[in-house]
T-cell receptor, first 114, second 113 residues
Framework: GENVEQHPSTLSVQEGDSAVIKCTYS??????FPWYKQELGKRPQLIID?????GEKKDQRIAVTLNKTAKHFSLHITETQPEDSAVYFC?????????????FGTGTLLAVQP | ETGVTQSPTHLIKTRGQQVTLRCSSQ?????VSWYQQALGQGPQFIFQ???????GRGNFPPRFSGLQFPNYSSELNVNALELDDSALYLC????????????FGPGTRLLVL
């Protein structure tokens, strides 16, 4: 069935370092890949997304890369700051299918040490 | 913050009871999806409503049911509550079922004792 694997489950970095979170999806029909940031007790917030016709997308300190052949996509955060500390979820979806449900990964707890 | 709101914010129920959770979608959005997020896990898709019709369902039993109203607000109903139903219930709205971006509400935290 549809599945998204996410690694690592926890990631601790020093302020100013880079952080990379990786996801693998199973359904080759997936064509939309959002990343959500969820702070403790808060709603998931969309931080960046990418469609399957694009290999890379960047927004300031955040970038996402997609390898359709390998069915991998990754989140890259540069110059990390303490306020980047949160749980990050990747997700995959099929836009244009019967329903554009999001299949989420299991989450990565990112801790940025000052 | 998104324009998606949910009520109540917290709820405590006992096993066997029934619960109704509510979601008001962002203005202009006609599609609402519901997700269950157990502690320490990613959200799991329950079902989606598009223009008042169910438009896809995840791996949840029939005791999870929903409604969408003409103003596109939505309800999630859970009958015969079980302890494992304890979770954060999130709704997300989008402009259209074919539009990818989903905006989440703050969630309802349900505790079943």
């Amino acid at each position: 069935g549809e599945n998204v694997e996410q690694h690592p489950s926890t990631l601790s970095v020093q302020e100013g370092d880079s952080a990379v979170i990786k996801c693998t999806y199973s359904d080759s029909a997936s064509n939309y890949f959002p990343w959500y940031k969820q702070e403790l007790g808060k709603r998931p917030q969309l931080i960046i997304d990418i469609r399957s016709n694009v290999g890379e997308k960047k927004d300031q300190r955040i970038a996402v890369t997609l390898n359709k052949t390998a069915k991998h996509f990754s989140l890259h955060i540069t110059e990390t700051q303490p306020e980047d500390s949160a749980v990050y979820f990747c997700a995959a979806s099929i836009i244009g299918g019967a329903t554009n449900k999001l299949i989420f990964g299991t989450g990565t707890l990112l801790a940025v040490q000052p | 913050e998104t324009g998606v709101t949910q009520s109540p914010t917290h709820l405590i129920k006992t096993r066997g009871q029934q619960v109704t959770l509510r979601c008001s979608s962002q203005s202009g959005h006609n599609t609402v999806s519901w997700y269950q997020q157990a502690l320490g896990q990613g959200p799991q898709f329950i079902f989606q409503y598009y223009r008042e019709e169910e438009n896809g369902r995840g791996n949840f039993p029939p005791r999870f049911s929903g409604l969408q109203f003409p103003n596109y607000s939505s309800e999630l109903n859970v009958n015969a509550l079980e302890l494992d139903d304890s979770a954060l219930y999130l709704c997300a709205s989008s402009t259209d079922q074919l539009i990818e971006t989903q905006y989440f509400g703050p969630g309802t935290r349900l505790l079943v004792l």
